[in-house]
């Protein structure tokens, strides 16, 4: 079972279903999940209705009943950089999926999740690709889950084949190849996507840059800079070299968002990959000295 406990915060008597709605940002199927749950809705120890009143120090806890989990698979490791009693920030390896699926059924962040968090549903707040590396948060309720959906700011970083100079934004629609149910494509009757990049250094054959994303599209950055025609080093799939790298250079080294709970500001941060590191050797980043501001282009 999963539990979200507050205390009411408000100048006024209210409603308890329009202060949950308001100003916590449970949604109405939330809601309505929490109303048909025995004792879903506590206030002060003793069951209540989401039309009852509540008032300022007034401790309500909401309490929801756990789908079925995946399968635990406890020979897994994957480190985690930080948790509360609501989520846990993991740094993903590549190789692993987070999701399972036919071809990866034990073998994903999901299923050590499930080994190291028994008795919580895997909610996967962002998503990365299997050989993709770094942050990825998963939410311990439906609550944090929904208050953080979409809501997370990240900082990709990778290292492209080529000399890049200049920051920039890429802007082109991304489509499913025709005849392809994995890769991807730009062409003009493609979703929008929008991509902003700014370079950090060179070594003799790459070009190191951190990205910010303004759309989630499947592949988006790999297929946006094969199309600007500096593809990702170790994406053989989208045209990179694979001379130096055994996999697709990109991780997610930075995430930044607001707690649902607190409402305080929070980061995470994991140092790109060593073999990511020895293809630009010159940059070195100071993840220590970085914080949001820094990181806004």
């Given at each position: 079972?999963?539990?979200l ?6 100048p ?15 949604s ?5 999940r ?12 003793v069951?209540?209705?989401a ?16 789908q ?56 996967a ?12 948060m ?8 929904s ?17 890049l100079?200049?920051d ?45 994303l ?18 990702l ?21 930075r995430l ?24 630009v ?16 282009f």
């Amino acid at each position: 079972m999963g539990q979200l406990k507050l205390v009411i915060q408000t100048p006024e008597p209210v409603r308890l279903c329009e202060y949950l709605r308001r100003r916590i940002g449970v949604s109405a199927r939330l809601l309505a999940r929490l109303k048909r749950t025995p004792a879903g809705i506590l206030c002060n120890g003793v069951p209540v209705r989401a039309v009852d009143p509540v008032r300022a120090g007034d401790v309500v806890v909401l309490t929801m009943p756990e789908q079925e989990g995946l399968e635990p698979n406890p020979a897994l490791y994957v480190p985690s950089v930080l948790e509360t009693a609501h989520y846990i920030v993991y740094d993903k390896p590549t190789g692993m999926p987070v999701h399972p699926s036919a071809r990866h059924r034990r073998d994903t962040l999901g299923n050590y999740f499930a080994a190291s968090m028994p008795g919580h549903t895997f909610r996967a707040v962002n998503r990365l690709d299997r050989d993709t590396s770094g942050l990825c948060m998963i939410a311990k309720d439906a609550y944090t889950a929904s208050a953080l959906q979409g809501k997370l700011e990240k900082r990709y970083y990778a290292v492209l084949c080529g000399h890049l100079t200049g920051d920039g934004t890429i802007s082109a629609p991304i489509a499913r190849t025709e005849a392809s149910i994995i890769t991807r494509c730009v062409r003009q009757d493609g979703q929008p996507a929008v991509t902003h990049y700014r370079v950090l250094g060179h070594s003799a054959d790459y070009t190191a840059v951190e990205i910010r994303l303004e759309t989630g599209r499947t592949h988006q950055i790999r297929v946006h800079f094969s199309h600007l025609g500096y593809p990702l080093a170790g994406d053989d799939l989208y045209g990179g070299s694979c001379r130096h790298i055994g996999q697709q250079a990109l991780h997610c080294g930075r995430l930044f968002w607001r707690d649902p709970v607190t409402k305080q500001a929070c980061s995470a941060v994991s140092p790109w990959r060593r073999d990511m590191q020895q293809l630009v050797p010159a940059v070195q980043l100071d993840w220590r000295n970085r914080n949001e501001e820094d990181c806004k282009f």
